[in-house]
C-alpha cells in the first residue's frame, strides 16, 4: 500500500495528493512530492514513565500526528490541538469503521492530536494498572493484539478487526472471534495488565496459556484453543475448560494481571477470589474475558 512521504498516510494509487496533509503526489524530488510503497513516518520522541501505573509522553515535532483511543489522553499542551474523526479517508471506509469497532464493543470514533508550528507534547495512560509497550512496526509488519490493548499510534500503523478464523478459537477463546490488527510502517503503543512477560518461540514451539491473558503476538504466530484435558482439572482446577495454543515462530507477550481477575479480587465470590466455581468453567464459552 502507498504511503506519502510526508505524513506517512496511506495514499490510494491514482492520487494526485495526500488526503491528510495536502502534500502533492508525484515524481518531483521536493520534500512531501513523492510516494513511495513503504516510506519510512517521521520518528516519534517519547518515553514511558513511571512502574506499574506507567504514562507515555509523546515530544511532537510541528506537523506531527498521533492518533488514540478516546478517553486515553491523560494531558497536552495548549500547541497541539485535537479532533475526534472517524476511521477511514472515504465515506465507505468510515461505515465499515464504524461497522467494526461497534462490533468490539469500543468508541465509534479515534482522537487525532497534532502539534503546532512549534511541536508540543502530549500524555497517554491506560485506564488500569499495568505496562505499557512500544513497537516499532517494519513496512508490512503486523501484530495482533486483544480488543483493549491499543492506546496510541501514528497515522501510518493501520487499525483493523481481525476475525479469527478457527471455529475453536472463536467459540473458546476469551476474546471470542475478534482481534486487533496493526499493520505498519510507525510506531505503536499498547497496553494492558499487571507485568508483561516475553516469548520467542521458535518454529513449531507452542504455549499454552490463559486465554483472556494474552497482550499481543506477531502475526506469524498460529492461535488457536485446546481443552485443558480432563474434566476433573477443568472443572476444578480453577483455570477454566480451555488454554489458548499460540504455535511459533513468533514473539507473543502476555499480562500477570487481567482486568477480569482483578474484578474478582475486588469483590471476592464465596468461593474465593481468584478461583473459577464449576460453574464458572462454562463461562469462557459464552463470554469474553475483558
Not at 482483578?262 to 468461593?271: C, K, V
Request: charged share 20%.
Amino acid at each position: 500500500m502507498p504511503f506519502c512521504t510526508n505524513c506517512g498516510n496511506t495514499v490510494g494509487d491514482a492520487a494526485r495528493f495526500c488526503p491528510r496533509c495536502g502534500s502533492p503526489i508525484g515524481a518531483g524530488s521536493g520534500a512531501g512530492a513523492a510516494v513511495s510503497a513503504y516510506a519510512p513516518p517521521q520518528p516519534l520522541d517519547y518515553t514511558i514513565q513511571g512502574d506499574n501505573l506507567q504514562v507515555t509522553r509523546i515530544r511532537l515535532k510541528p506537523g506531527q500526528e498521533v492518533y488514540a483511543e478516546a478517553g486515553k489522553m491523560l494531558y497536552k499542551t495548549t500547541s497541539v490541538s485535537w479532533e475526534t474523526r472517524m476511521s477511514g479517508e472515504t465515506i465507505g471506509e468510515k461505515l465499515m469503521g464504524v461497522l467494526r469497532r461497534t462490533v468490539t464493543g469500543e468508541s465509534l470514533f479515534l482522537t487525532y492530536f497534532k502539534a503546532g508550528p512549534a511541536g508540543g507534547e502530549v500524555g497517554f495512560a491506560g485506564n488500569y494498572p499495568g505496562k505499557i509497550q512500544a513497537f516499532e512496526l517494519a513496512a508490512g509488519q503486523t501484530i495482533m493484539a486483544q480488543r483493549d490493548a491499543f492506546l496510541l499510534a501514528q497515522p501510518s500503523v493501520q487499525l483493523k478487526i481481525a476475525f479469527v478464523k478457527k471455529l475453536g478459537a472463536g467459540f473458546f477463546g476469551g476474546e471470542g472471534f475478534i482481534l486487533e490488527q496493526f499493520d505498519g510502517p510507525g510506531t505503536l503503543f499498547v497496553h494492558a495488565g499487571g507485568d508483561f512477560v516475553e516469548f520467542e518461540l521458535k518454529g513449531g514451539e507452542q504455549l499454552q496459556i490463559d486465554t483472556g491473558s494474552i497482550v499481543c503476538f506477531d502475526s506469524s504466530v498460529d492461535y488457536d484453543i485446546q481443552f485443558v484435558g480432563g474434566i476433573k482439572t477443568a472443572i476444578f482446577g480453577g483455570e477454566g475448560l480451555f488454554l489458548a495454543t499460540l504455535t511459533g515462530p513468533g514473539r507473543v507477550i502476555i499480562q500477570s494481571m487481567t482486568i477480569n481477575k482483578m474484578r474478582r479480587e475486588l469483590a471476592p465470590s464465596a468461593t474465593g477470589g481468584d478461583e473459577k466455581s464449576p460453574l464458572g468453567a462454562f463461562r469462557g464459552i459464552f463470554s469474553s474475558e475483558d
